[in-house]
């Protein structure tokens, strides 16, 4: 696996050298340990979910710039994320979008369908996690 990671960080470096449209960068996709391999080896049932920072959604803008973005595997095993906001079955948690709100010290929350409201991170945090155990492993 190392000498792929070489090959793709020389690859990725020389694309974004010779890039006009911006920087192209690759994160390290780490090493696979002995108890990830045995799992996925099993077929272990496993709930992806990836966080990223963007641009808030209009829904947010008037309480933070930037936000933390989240998104579902879908389908399973894909390796295809799409946008909580965007899923329409039922089976991903609600937790859509976080920011935090400076001026107030407080974290916004958007969940899927609704509006965005302030909570306790105890709170949000606690509630995404009861969703995913309930709606992929429950």
């Known amino acids: 696996m190392e000498l792929l990671k070489s090959h793709l960080q020389q690859t990725v470096h020389a694309v974004d050298r010779a890039s006009n449209f911006g920087n192209v960068h690759l994160k390290d996709f780490g090493t696979l340990e002995f108890e990830?391999?045995?799992?996925?080896?099993r077929g272990d049932r496993a709930a992806r979910y990836l966080f990223f920072f963007g641009h808030a959604s209009h829904e947010m803008r008037r309480q933070c710039y930037v936000t933390l973005h989240v998104t579902c595997e879908q389908p399973p095993n894909s390796f295809?994320?799409?946008r909580i906001e965007q899923i329409q079955s039922q089976n991903v948690p609600d937790l859509a979008e976080v920011?935090?709100?400076m001026s107030e010290e407080r974290f916004v929350i958007k969940p899927r369908n609704g509006r965005p409201r302030?909570?306790?991170v105890e709170d949000f945090t606690k509630q995404f996690f009861e969703d995913v155990v309930a709606k992929h492993f429950g």
Do not use: I
């Open 36 to 41: 990830k391999y045995s799992a996925l080896r």
């Open 80 to 82: 295809h994320y799409e």
């Open 99 to 101: 920011g935090y709100k």
């Open 118 to 120: 302030m909570r306790r």
